[in-house]
Structures are given as structure tokens and as C-alpha cells.
């Protein structure tokens, strides 16, 4: 097949496993160590591929995202199976991007040096924090020097393109302490930076705990992001989404597939895929998982959700996704895509938050400011139709 | 007295809420085998949902009992049940004058309250025999004879030998029913004499019109008849007349003096069928009405608006379909710059109002945004005439009025001696004026003042009940409009006065009240992408503020993994939500918001 006739597809694969779990994390993820259970799991994952491979034919896939969970908890040998079997099953690109989570102290310098060898072309490694309170308040088993370590050996290893991910609003963070943790990690010089803001979710202790924790109040958040969007873009990182950060041409390719509305193939339990017109979700759970693999005729038992996605639903997703962006949603891009207009889909409604300084519109694409990314959910739900029969379109 | 008179007794039940007014209908019911045991569903007088849910009869309803007595003499009994509530009082006092007696239920467990004295003294107004009776004998707290001896004191009417019943139990009930044969004198009235019927009720049936309840004075009225009310001055030809049996409506050929029974005779409109008004016949009129038919008037106010503008026909339909049955809701329309269009509504108290309001969500599905009810105000602008203002936002400024004068009741309260103190300070605060004070017995004391009908529309009835851990009791009646400082304080929103959060309150409680609405209207106010300040202003002059801080923080950090449906549903719901709002200029308001100044807690 030509390359002309392929489509681009980015690979997200789950694994589910960590060395243990965090107070604040939602994710579908455990503690397990339970060399068994993560056997039969990345043999499942190997049959998904085998499954999809042919599906897949059409598509180039350009980017690989391996997360969790943590992914480097797998002892060595499997997860270079499960990144043996994508380039097994699928069709790569030759710039194909390839992320693996990494979090410190689960890798070594020649664990990363193979991984390095068998492709993985960028880590993303969680820090969250540079102070050791902090972290151990939120769960993780890491210190800020075993972080450094680790860092400093995924560069010997030639990892040249590494995220490092920070988190806001914390137990016992102050806004001196933020920007210390943002000042440290930055000058380790990594290419992209993901700064989340703590949200407390519910089924985490943190939510069962959470009149108790002492958090920085909101005030204080509000005013740690700003500086964190203002000391990023003097340290050279261009804030392209309300939470990502990278140097030019170091922005995450997985990830904007989300934003941009691209497909995306979800591998693995809780993996969300958007394909072919269709989103689907696997259900959050390891045994349906590998049940619905190994048995034959179970490989539907799967899902959790699974529909297409109607085109005046599309639109709302498509605003709601590319608004995540700094750069906006482009009229243009709306016009060519759903054959409609913009500013009566919604652009009027978004002009009204120019005056306040929330939004801005260049003539052909609308984005939010900064203090208008802080309060996106509340504009987008004004804005938008969502109630889908009623889009003015 | 005809042989036939001899053998009816025309009688009501009247007693405090929940003092069992119902159940014991039920048993009399059950007892003159009316109803077989297995029909009785519960309560079977109370007929709307809304009665059962409250306990109290909202309505009059009247039913005709077929009673052998022991010693083997047949007769009718017409129990004519009244509405349990202060903001019907009216309505009581009508069905009363269709009997000759009345049962006065008394609590054995509770004694004497507000509406058990306010009841029995329409009783006696009536010139009804009053029989007391005891119920609920069966609690263990029941203490029969300290409140035969409270009956005696504190009403005046021997007790001695009245029936102790429970009527849950069915305990006792034959001695309710000899005692009404007994006691109970039988109607007179002359069966030849020019048609008299007082209507005490009346409702909308959609195949037979209205249907109404009337008790015949003097005279003989056929289906055929041409009649006339007497109040009203319509003329209708009767289609037909009968009696209320347990089941529903039974035709018969004439009712007479002394017979209660229904007429039925094409009418459209409850509106020409007034309780209190009298029937005659229009080719032999009666030389004058019955005494005592006024026409009601409500007495309280408040916007009725619909959530969503696009059901104002539905509004209007339901309101017009539950006139057909209730004379005393009165509606007209009217529009407010924060809630579009909508209803002024008339009704009879607080009661009346919350019932309406409740079946309009319930019965017809609407959703409502109701404004905080009002009384009417009687204001004389200068150089002009007397207006009657029913909606606060029409209340002149300071400077154009000249007079202005607030309805006032006479308040009963009746209270254990303990909470004497904090309900004294209660109906200071309220702007009360003690009359008296009176000990019913050692323990319980009954109060009087005089309170301005716009004190007790708010919260009153919550703050006595808190006060007084449940135990007092409330009856009160209209007295008259008295001259009064009243101002009319008005809220801005971000600078916008929105009209339909404006009332009217007494220049003293101008400033307490102001604060307690805008803490109030800001915990109803959704933090928005900029501050809101919340002002009470009386005319130019700000008198409290409070502020709605500026959103800051709305945003979903993290939308990862590419589960995008679980951001979209967030924000599908955040729509939904904010499709509840109200926008009242650059602001969203919750429903709530406009009746927060009905919600202020007793301080």
C-alpha cells in the first residue's frame, strides 16, 4: 500500500500495574507485583494487537503512547514483548514517536538503554513534586534524588526527548515551593514539561480525606498557575495546551491527537480508543480483560461503551478538544471538517468573553487566554450547544 | 319540626390539626356501614393526595349516613367535614351554619390548642351544640380527665360525660354516635316556605358542571327549578338534586328543609357559586339572603412564574383549570424584567399558596419560579387616591406616599407556660402588640396580639414552632388595616435592580432584613467569571452588601488517556445546570434565589 493512501493512527497501551498506588490517582491502575497475573495480561495485550493488526491495515501508525499505571513496573522481559509486538502487528512510520511512562526508581541505566534500543523514542517520567513532603504526601515512593538519578540516566541512556510531569495545588504546597519545584525541574532541561492541577476524585483516599489535607486554597492555585505559564515561557517552553509545556517541536504527538480529533487505538483494560467513527472503551477490569482475549468468541465482553459518535455530537467534541489548545479551534478547520460555521455553531457565544480578556479571536480561530483556560469547563458549557438536536448549525 | 326533620342530624367535625379529625370520620363512616371496613382506604374524606400527605382537609366535603340507633329508630346523619386551617376559616364558618351541631375532636394527649378554641368559638358564633370528644385515648401520654377539665375551663361546655374514643383503634364509637342523636338538635325550617339553600361548597365536575353543596334552610328544591343566587344574581334552570352518599352522588326528587344534598344545574363557573351564598327560587324569592356571606378576598400575593417561558400557555391553563375549583385563587398576568411572564396570584394564606404551588408542579408537570408572596398594602399617593398594591414592585417611592396602611390579624397562641418568654419576644420582634394573656390551666397559657399580616407571612409559623420545641399553636383572622412606616427595599445585582426580589417591610426591620436577603440571595448565586456585589438598597440609599466572588478555578487539568466522553459529560451537565438558572441581566440566579427571603432563619 502506498504511504499516500495510509491513515495516521496513533497506539495508546495501558498497563495497569504500579509498585504502588497513589492517594490522589484515578486511573485504573493497582499495586502488583504479581508476576502471573502481568504474564497473562501483556499475553492478552500481544492477542489484541494480533486482532487489530489486520484491521490496522490502512494505517500508519506515527505515535506509540505506553502508559499506566507504570509500565516500567513489568520486569524487563515483558514489556519489551509488549513493544516487540507493536512493531510486530503494526505499520510504523520512520518518525514514529514512541512514549513510555517511566516512573523513577522502577528503571535503571540498562533497562533505559534497551529500551532506548528497542525504540522508545521519548520517556515521559513522573516527578510531581521536587520536595520529599510533598511526594510522600501524595503517595509516591520516589524521592526528588532518586528522580534526578533516574533522570540523568535516561539522557546517558540517549533519550533525548523527555517530559517530566509537576503537579499544583498539593498537600502542604506553597506558591515558594511550586516554583522551586518548577525551577528545578526545568533546569534538569527537559524538552516538555505537564503541569496538572490536583483534582480530588472521587474513590481515592484523597477524596475520603480531603477536608483534612492541608491544600493551598484557591487563591493561591489560581496565582501558581499563572507563574507557571509566565516562568515556563521564560525558561522556553511555549504553553501549547492548558496543562502542557514544551520546546519548539517537542510537543507531544500522542497527546494532540486527542485535542486535534485524530484516531487513536486504545490497547488493553480502560484503554479509550476513537476509531473509524466509533468510540470504545474497555472495561476497568484485568480478568474480563484477559478472559475476553484467550477465550475464543469473548473478545466483545470487553467493552465498557461502545458508540458512534454522531456528527452534531462530533462538533461539541471538536470545539470542546481543540479549545484545549492555546492555538484554539480554526474556523477554516470547523468549515473543511463538518461543512458548518463556526461562529453561529458557537463563536458568537465566545466573542462575548472578549471584553473580559477570557478569549481572543484573530479573525479565524478562537482561543482562550490564560485566565480563560482557568475557567474553560465554564465558558465551553455556556458556549457550546452540547444539547445535540438543538446546534444551530 | 316535621317527623321527617326529627330523624336528621346535620353535623361537622372541628378540631386542632392532627388531632385525629379525619380517622375519626373514617370510623363513623365505617360504623353506619356507609362504607364496608375493606373500603375504608384511609381517610377516605380527604380526597386529594396533597390532604393525605398533610393531614388536613383542604377542602369542605360532606357525606350522607344511614344510622339505626339502639333503640331501633332510623336516621340520617350529614357529616359535613371542614377544612383544617387557618387560611380557611371562612370556608369552616360556612359549613358550620349548614349544621346544627358540631363534634369538637380534642387531643387527649395534647389538649386544647389554638384551632381547637378558634374552631369552637365558630362553633358557637353558629349557634351549633357543641359535643367534645376525646380521641387517641389509646397513647399512653393520654390524660382524659385533665382535659375534660380543660374542656370544661377553658370552652366553657360540660364534658363530663363526652365520649373518650380512639378513633385508630375504633374505639368508643357508637358513644360519638348516640351522643350526636342525642345532643344534637334536628334541623328546623318551614318545608313551603320561599327557597333557601346555603351553598358550603362546591366544585367542577367536567360531564355535570359545577356541583353544589348546599343545606336546605326553608323550602323544597326540584330538578326543573328555576333558581337565582341570591349574592351573585345568576339564574340557572337545577338539572338536578340528590345526596352524598359514601360512593359518590345519588339523584333523588326533592331535597326539603333540613336535608343537605347537592344541585346540579349547567353552571360553568365555580365563580357563581360562592360558599356563603344563598340559593332561591327565582319565581319565589326568598325576602332576603341567608346572614354572613362575604365575598373571600385573598390575602396573600406572589408572582408565579414558569421556569421555562415557553410553558406560560401551560401555566395559564393550569391555573384556569384549578380556578374551576378553588373561587378563593384569584390570577391576572404579569410580567417582571427578571422572570418574563408569568401570574399574580391571590391566595388565601400561606397555605393555600403552597398547595397551589404544589399542585401545579405536581398535577401539571410545571416547573415554577415563585416570587416571596406579599400582602396588600393600601397606599395614598399624595394628592391621589387610595390604591390597593398586591406586587411590591409597584410600591411608590418614600417621597409620593402619603399614607400607607398594612393588613393586621389577631394571633392566638396557645403554649406551654415554658416558651411564654420566647414567643413574647418573638411577637416583639414581628411588631406585635400584646393584648392579653390568659392561663388555660397551670402549664399552658394562651396569648393574644395583634401582628401585621406581612410578619407572619414569612416565617412566623417556623420561628413559633422552633421556639417553642413544636408545642404552640397558631390561629389567627384579618382585623384591619392600620397606618404603618413601610418601605420597600429593592436588590441590585451587579448594579441591575431586579424587580421581582423587591418587598415591602417596616422601616425598623429594614436594615435586619436587608442583610439577612443578600447572605441569603449570595449563597443562591453561582460564582460567575467576575464578582457580583449584591446590594439592598431602599430608593438611592444602599443599606447592605454582600459579594460573590469572581470564579477563578473551572477547568478539567487533566483530559488524558483520550477518554474524552467523560469531559463531555461533564460538560453536558454543567449545561444542564446552568439551563436552571435564571439570567437576570449579566447575572445567573438559581430558582431558589427568589425565595430566599422566605428562607431567614429565626435569630
Known sequence: ?393 | MTERQSHIRNFSIIAHIDHGKSTLADRILEHTQAVAKRDVTEQMLDNMDLEKERGITIKARAVKLNYTAPDGQAYVLNLIDTPGHVDFNYEVSRSLNACEGALLIVDATQGIEAQTLGNAYLAVDANLEIVPVINKIDLPSADVDKVRGEIEDVIGIPAEDCPAVSAKMGLNIDRVLDKIVSDIPAPKGDEDAPLKCLIFDSYYDSYLGVVVYVRVMDGTVRSGDRIRLMAGGAEFDVVDVGTMEAFGLSKCAELRAGEVGYITASIKNVADTRVGDTITHADRPAAEPLPGFKNVVPMVYAGIYPADGARYGDLRDALEKLQLNDAALAFEPETSIALGFGFRCGFLGLLHMEIIEERLEREFNLDLITTAPSVIYEVKRRGGEVERIDNPSNYPSADEIEMAAEPIVKASIITPTDYVGGLMELCQDRRGTFIDMKYLDAERVELHYELPLNEIIYDFFDALKSRSKGYASLDYEFAEYRQSKLVKLDFLLNGEQVDALSFIVHEEKAYGRARRIAEKLKENIPRQLFEVPIQAAIGAKVIARETVKALRKDVLAKCYGGDITRKKKLLEKQKEGKKKMRQLGSVQVTPEAFMAVLKLDDQ
Not at chain 1, 495497569?16 to 495480561?41: M, N, V
Not at chain 1, 489560581?222 to 515561557?233: G, H, P, T, W
Open chain 1, 1 to 393: 500500500m502506498k504511504r499516500s493512501e495510509t491513515k495516521p493512527l496513533g497506539l495508546y497501551v495501558h498497563i495497569p500495574f504500579c509498585a504502588s498506588k497513589c492517594a490522589y490517582c484515578d486511573f485504573y491502575s493497582f499495586a502488583s507485583r504479581d508476576e502471573d497475573l502481568q504474564k497473562h495480561y501483556v499475553s492478552a495485550l500481544q492477542l489484541q494487537m494480533e486482532d487489530w493488526a489486520s484491521v490496522c491495515r490502512g494505517y500508519a501508525v506515527d505515535s506509540v503512547f505506553i502508559g499506566g499505571g507504570t509500565p516500567t513496573v513489568l520486569p524487563p522481559k515483558l514489556l519489551h514483548r509488549v513493544i516487540d509486538a507493536v512493531w510486530r502487528n503494526f505499520s510504523l512510520t520512520d518518525d514514529v514517536e514512541i512514549t513510555l511512562e517511566a516512573n523513577p526508581a522502577t528503571v535503571d541505566l540498562r533497562g533505559l538503554r534497551k529500551l532506548h534500543r528497542a525504540g522508545v523514542t521519548r520517556l515521559s517520567m513522573g516527578l510531581q513534586s521536587a520536595h520529599d513532603r510533598e511526594l510522600s504526601a501524595l503517595g509516591r515512593t520516589h524521592t526528588w534524588a532518586e528522580f534526578e538519578q533516574s533522570f540523568s540516566d535516561a539522557r546517558d541512556a540517549g533519550f533525548d526527548n523527555i517530559n517530566i510531569d509537576l503537579m499544583y495545588g498539593i498537600p502542604h504546597q506553597t506558591e515558594a515551593s511550586f516554583l522551586k519545584s518548577l525551577n528545578v525541574a526545568s533546569l534538569l532541561g527537559p524538552e516538555h514539561l505537564s503541569v496538572y492541577g490536583l483534582k480530588i476524585e472521587e474513590g481515592t483516599p484523597f477524596h475520603v480525606s480531603q477536608d483534612t489535607l492541608p491544600l493551598p486554597d484557591e487563591d493561591t492555585e489560581y496565582s501558581m498557575y499563572m507563574q507557571c505559564v509566565e516562568y515556563l515561557a521564560s525558561r522556553g517552553f511555549e504553553q501549547y495546551e492548558i496543562s502542557n509545556f514544551a520546546r519548539p517541536g517537542f510537543r507531544c504527538r500522542h497527546n494532540l491527537k486527542y485535542w486535534s480529533g485524530g484516531e487513536y487505538l486504545g490497547l488493553g483494560a480502560a484503554a479509550h480508543s476513537d476509531f473509524d467513527g466509533e468510540r470504545f472503551a474497555a472495561l476497568r477490569d484485568v480478568a474480563v480483560y484477559i478472559d475476553g482475549m484467550e477465550l475464543v468468541g469473548q473478545g466483545d465482553t470487553i467493552w465498557s461503551e461502545r458508540r458512534a459518535i454522531p456528527e452534531d455530537e462530533r462538533m461539541s467534541e471538536f470545539v470542546m478538544l481543540a479549545m484545549r489548545l492555546r492555538d484554539g479551534v480554526s474556523r477554516a478547520e470547523f468549515t473543511a471538517r463538518f461543512d458548518a460555521d463556526l461562529d453561529s455553531y458557537c463563536g458568537e457565544r465566545l466573542k462575548a468573553y472578549i471584553p473580559d480578556g477570557f478569549v481572543t479571536f484573530d479573525g479565524d480561530r478562537y482561543a482562550f487566554t490564560t485566565k480563560g483556560m482557568y475557567v474553560s469547563n465554564y465558558i465551553l458549557s455556556s458556549a457550546l450547544p452540547f444539547d445535540y438536536a438543538e446546534a444551530e448549525i
